[in-house]
């Protein structure tokens, strides 16, 4: 079994910045990709940004692209999202989501892809 937690979250001026955290217990994530998704209301969950087990590799959505860094602590078992110039429309809760097969990197933009989820921290960007 394993848990995700989020950290990091809150209420920040468009423009602003968030680091939001990811730290896991139950099993090493050092196999896995990582992914973190938002949803806002009313809205389906959407995909932000992966990165792969080793973090050699990442994956960012077109509207964050540029503005938001994934990386991963894999001693400290830890994923982050860095988020810079952050917009109102960046407002939604943000999940981590665990890969669900080992050393994959084939689809780390969809949903199916993971198989463990944290429960969400709120990120609110006002204008």
């Known amino acids: 079994q394993v848990q995700l937690v989020e950290s990091g979250g809150g209420l920040v001026q468009a423009g602003g910045s968030l680091r939001l955290s990811c730290a896991a217990s139950g099993r090493t994530l050092s196999s896995y990709a990582m992914g973190w998704f938002r949803q806002a209301p009313g809205k389906e969950r959407e995909f932000v940004a992966a990165?792969?087990?080793?973090?050699?590799?990442?994956n960012y959505a077109d509207s964050v692209k540029g503005r938001f860094t994934i990386s991963r602590d894999n001693a400290k078992n830890t994923v982050y999202l860095q988020m810079d110039s952050l917009k109102p429309e960046d407002t939604a809760v943000y999940y981590c989501a665990k890969a669900r097969e080992a050393w994959g990197w084939s689809t780390p933009h969809l949903v199916k892809a993971y198989d463990y989820w944290g429960q969400g921290t709120q990120v609110t960007v006002s204008s």
């Open positions: 990165i792969a087990y080793s973090g050699g590799s990442t």
